[in-house]
């Protein structure tokens, strides 16, 4: 069985980054070995990849997506992120990421993979998150970087 993974937006702008070479390499080498997990992401880093400025970038970036999984977001991840917002995980200015949490959550993945340290990548925030899904009676999310996998 293949472990199920979700990646957030930050694993995808990452595998074009020019000013971050050591992150790019692992993210070009992780894409290499894509195929040994069952990887998806959402509209939400679909939408965020289309806000990218640069019409060649973007267009690159976009076709990442091609053989993921997209799951539209739905009323229920949203309304996930919102109790990670009232329970004080995330700011409501950072209720993209508690999307993209709720989304991996909620799709039953076993990982969230994430280049965001600040936001995502940390044991404080993962407990937090943690025990929101505890008190909701959902899964716990394990949330690291492309290179611990």
Same mark, same amino acid.
């Given at each position: 069985?293949? %472990?199920?993974?979700? %990646?957030?937006?930050?694993v995808f702008s990452a595998y074009l980054d020019d000013r971050a070479p050591d992150r790019r390499a692992q993210t070009v080498e992780f894409w290499e070995r894509l195929t040994v997990f069952d990887a998806c992401t959402s509209e939400l880093a679909r939408e965020e990849l289309e806000n990218t400025p640069t019409a060649d970038r973007r267009k690159r970036l976009l076709r990442l997506l091609d053989g993921l999984t997209v799951h539209p977001i739905t009323l229920e991840m949203r309304e996930l992120s919102e *109790?990670?917002?009232?329970?004080?995980?995330?700011?409501a200015i950072m209720m993209n990421d508690g999307v993209h949490v709720?989304?991996?959550? %909620?799709? *039953?993945q076993d990982i969230l993979l994430s280049w965001n340290f600040k936001h995502l990548v940390n044991r404080v925030r993962r407990?937090?998150?943690?025990?929101?899904?505890?008190?909701?009676g959902l899964p716990t999310i394990e949330i690291i970087a492309p290179p611990e996998i």
């Open positions: 069985m293949k %472990l199920k993974l979700y %990646l957030d937006t930050s *109790r990670y917002v009232q329970a004080g995980v995330f700011t709720a989304a991996a959550v %909620l799709t *039953r407990a937090k998150i943690n025990q929101v899904n505890v008190s909701q």
